[in-house]
């Protein structure tokens, strides 16, 4: 694998501004900066993107802090190919996101995932296919390619036990007890199968055994079934004939209940048919009855015809009288109407007189009394509002002359404060030598003292005044209150006088003005309300309807329409209306004399028939109810027969069962001997299997292939060490792996790996070399291991990637080393070295400066 270009987003120190890292065309560079500023960063950025892995951190940790997704890209070839891979981490949901994709360049120079070249359907294919691609896994570029920062000691510090267990790992000899681990599991999974056929066979032999036994009673059974079959089939045809038997006199029973329901339907026909026959003849005899009454019908229906023509006549003239009934129904209810809203007028208007224009009209003089005392208590209201504005003006007074003494005790406090002040200056003042305060002239003791006299006695004067003073303006302040209290009570009930006088004056304004209209409004009513009563005692309303109304009544009465008779003679027409019904019933008796009496000699013909009938099937049902008698002594039979069937039946079904469990069973022995030669055949090819996988244990254990191994590479890594030590010392040093130590109790030696140093002073242990020594022992054996990692793999090693600080050598030691990176270039397409010192990173031709900022790290090629 070999690294063209790098590209990162917000991977460890890096932001998204970071530029590309382009290595093509480059051999040898150094990555140089100060320490934390990033330079590590870049090769974790290349083993994670290929492998998900960069110095054990978790893909969070890589994350640049603050940020949520980031991204690292990589261009490499493999041979004369070339691929991109690119590997995406995402936190910006409630689940992180992981993608990785891997493209290679085709002919026209661009990068395609399309088909067998693309990325697998999930990041494990496509993680599998960069692996096959490159051929090494993380492990393998770490322990070749790639030496770590403060790990090139790991194999020299080691013990020797330690050491071959790092050597081992390193030619990759874990897969060697893999594949021993497996070979064991699967030899001793072949012998437990083994062990398992082993079982099986003395099974099988054991089955074959009974095949003569099986075979017998098979024979035997298959006789006793054939005699159960024989059996069952005789009690089968017996119990056929049966319920054949059974089924004849059943069908019988049927037509029995057939000719009974016969004999029943026939005697029922010659009950109705004798039935009709009576009715006849009953029928008969009225129309004979009413035949012989042919005069008296006769007489009846001609009264009949008479009673109906007087009835017609009464009915015309009762039809005449309700026209005009109908006519004067609606007159009258007019002149009713008419009557009615007059009344209604006349006695709305009385009651409007009387109950609201008439009292509203004899109310004016007391409204006008009520309107003087208004007037009175209005005037009042004014000597009120006075008194009110004299208590308010008493008020003011007060408040002003209580200001007026409070200032002027503030001046008497100011007068008495500045007579203090002077007191105080001639307390201060020596008697002997004092000066007057006012005039500077100087005082004897008598002096003094008469001045402190003067004026103890004045500022005596001014606190009894300022006393008296804030006393009286105290009181004035009182009386000033009381007298704002009693000034707001006066002022609020003159206030509720003024409102109650207000409303009471425009409720009698109101009702005046009604009183005064219900005057105009009664000089108005009166006249009208005895218009109305006069047209009601005089019948002046409806007087149109009033005429014709009258006229109706005197046609009525040229009428003389009774209703009485009208109701009799409809009464007589009731009372003959019988004959009516005589007639027709004579009538109909003439016409159905002769078809009743026919009639009626059909009926007694049907009725004879009919009994003739019921006779014969009556005779049919008793026959057959002889043959009927038997039938309880065939069912029984027939469940006898039933019974022997079901058990002969349940031994033949057992026999039947008991004959295929033994054709079963003797097909088992026949497969049992088929199975036997198998399984002697799978033992032998086991056996052979368990002795391979044994063989195998042992040639991939530590003494077969891998002991092989490690005696092939442990000279080849000797020689690459010594290479490089001799060029970095000049010859001075080489070292020697031991691979087995003589035991100080004698006997067989015991396997070791011991690193032998020597110099020009002899051969020494590793720890008594300086710092600077062992460094160059330690990188010596570290590019030794990759180049023998190499090797083994079979993956070319075209980049070399040295993450080792060179602090511990000296100038000198630093040279050699740098003639051995020299020394090794042309073994390498790349080199990259990590350093941060300044006189390292000058020797190398191309420098890739790394720096950090507030924005992250970045980089530049020089």
């Given at each position: 694998m070999l690294p063209i270009s790098l590209s990162l987003s917000n991977f460890l120190s890096y932001r998204d501004a970071a530029p590309t890292l382009h290595l093509e065309g480059i051999r040898v560079a150094c990555l140089c900066g100060p320490n934390g500023n990033g330079k590590s960063a870049l090769l974790d950025a290349v083993t994670w993107v290929l492998w998900g892995k960069a110095r054990g951190q978790r893909h969070e940790q890589l994350l640049h802090h603050g940020q949520t997704e980031m991204r690292v890209e990589l261009v490499f070839d493999v041979g004369s190919e070339r691929y991109r891979v690119s590997r995406r981490y995402s936190q910006a949901r409630r689940n992180a996101q992981s993608s990785l994709e891997l493209a290679v360049r085709t002919a026209d120079g661009e990068f395609t995932t399309a088909g067998t070249e693309g990325t697998g359907d999930t990041i494990r294919e496509t993680q599998a296919r960069i692996e096959r691609l490159i051929n090494m896994d993380y492990g393998t570029f770490v322990n070749s390619a790639f030496l770590v920062q403060g790990r090139a000691d790991e194999f020299t510090m080691a013990t020797p036990s330690e050491r071959k267990e790092v050597l081992s790992k390193v030619l990759g000899l874990g897969r060697y007890d893999e594949l021993a681990e497996r070979a064991r599991l699967r030899g001793r999974d072949v012998r437990t199968k083994l062990d398992a056929t082993a079982i099986n066979i003395d099974r099988l032999r054991e089955r074959a055994a009974k095949a003569g036994e099986t075979r017998a009673a098979l024979a035997e059974a298959e006789g006793e079934l054939a005699e159960a079959v024989a059996y069952v089939n005789g009690l089968a045809e017996r119990l056929q004939l049966l319920r054949d038997k059974i089924a004849h006199l059943e069908r019988r029973q049927a037509e029995r209940d057939e000719q009974d329901a016969l004999a029943l339907r026939a005697r029922q026909r010659q009950a109705d048919e004798e039935t009709e026959a009576a009715t006849l003849n009953q029928r008969l005899?009225?129309?004979?009855?009413?035949?012989?009454?042919?005069?008296?019908?006769?007489?009846?229906?001609?009264?009949?015809?008479?009673?109906?023509e007087h009835a017609r006549s009464l009915a015309e003239a009762a039809q005449q009288a309700y026209a005009l009934r109908t006519q004067l129904a609606p007159l009258e209810n007019a002149i009713g109407q008419a009557r009615a809203r007059l009344e209604s007028d006349a006695q709305a208007q009385r009651q409007h007189i009387d109950t609201q224009l008439t009292p509203r009209a004899e109310s004016l003089p007391s409204l006008q009394r009520a309107q003087d005392e208004l007037t009175e208590r209005q005037a009042a209201m004014e000597g009120r509002r006075n008194d009110a504005a004299q208590a308010e003006e008493s008020r003011r007074q007060l408040e002003l002359e209580a200001q007026t003494l409070r200032l002027d005790n503030e001046q008497v406090e100011k007068s008495g404060k500045e007579l203090g002040g002077k007191l105080t200056m001639l307390d201060h003042e020596h008697t002997d030598g004092a000066t007057c305060p006012l005039c500077s002239s100087e005082l004897g003791p008598d002096g003094v003292e008469r001045i402190r006299a003067s004026y103890e006695s004045e500022i005596s004067g001014l606190r009894q005044r300022y006393a008296a003073q804030k006393q009286r303006a105290e009181e004035l302040e009182r009386q000033a209150g009381e007298a704002a209290a009693g000034a707001e009570r006066a002022q609020r009930e003159l206030a509720a006088e003024q409102q109650r006088i207000a409303e009471e004056q425009s409720r009698l304004t109101v009702q005046r003005e009604e009183a005064e209209r219900a005057v105009v409004q009664l000089k108005q009513a009166a006249p009208l309300l005895q218009q109305n009563e006069a047209a009601l005692a005089n019948g002046a309303y409806a007087q149109g309807e009033q005429a014709a109304a009258k006229g109706l009544r005197e046609q009525l009465a040229v009428l003389s329409f009774d209703p009485a008779a009208l109701n009799a003679a409809e009464a007589q027409v009731q009372e003959l209306v019988h004959w009516e019904e005589e007639r027709l019933a004579l009538a109909t008796a003439r016409e159905r004399m002769d078809d009743d009496t026919a009639a009626l000699e059909r009926a007694r013909a049907r009725a004879s028939e009919a009994a003739s009938d019921a006779a014969r099937a009556e005779q049919a049902s008793a026959a057959i109810a002889e043959e009927l008698a038997e039938l309880p002594s065939w069912k029984a039979q027939r469940g006898q027969v039933e019974e022997e069937l079901r058990v002969a039946s349940a031994a033949r079904d057992s026999l039947q069962a008991r004959k295929g469990s033994l054709e079963n069973e003797v097909l088992q022995i026949e497969q049992a001997v088929a199975d036997l030669a198998q399984a002697e055949t799978q033992r032998e090819t086991l056996a052979g299997e368990a002795s391979a996988y044994t063989e195998l244990a042992l040639a991939f254990g530590k003494g077969g292939v891998q002991a092989l191994l490690m005696e092939a590479a442990i000279p080849r890594l000797?020689?690459?060490?010594?290479?490089?030590?001799?060029?970095?010392?000049?010859?001075?040093?080489?070292?020697?792996?031991?691979?087995?130590?003589?035991?100080?109790?004698?006997g067989d030696a015991v396997e070791t790996l011991e690193i032998v140093i020597a110099d020009e002073l002899g051969s020494r242990a590793y720890e008594m070399f300086s710092g600077g020594e062992r460094f160059r022992i330690d990188f010596a054996v570290r590019i030794a291991l990759s180049k023998v990692l190499a090797w083994r793999s079979g993956a070319p090693l075209p980049t070399l990637f040295i993450d080792e600080g060179f602090g511990t050598q000296d100038t000198e030691g630093r040279d050699?080393?740098?003639?051995?990176?020299?020394?090794?270039?042309?073994?390498?397409e790349r080199i990259l070295v990590i350093t941060h010192m300044d006189d390292i990173k000058e020797a190398f031709p191309v420098r890739i400066e790394v720096t950090r900022g507030p924005s992250g790290s970045t980089f530049s090629l020089s």
């Open positions: 005899v009225g129309w004979q009855r009413t035949i012989e009454r042919t005069g008296e019908i006769a007489q009846g229906v001609a009264a009949l015809q008479g009673a109906r000797e020689d690459e060490a010594n290479d490089l030590l001799r060029r970095m010392t000049d010859g001075r040093m080489t070292l020697k792996l031991e691979t087995q130590k003589e035991r100080r109790s004698g050699r080393i740098l003639e051995v990176i020299q020394a090794i270039e042309d073994r390498f």
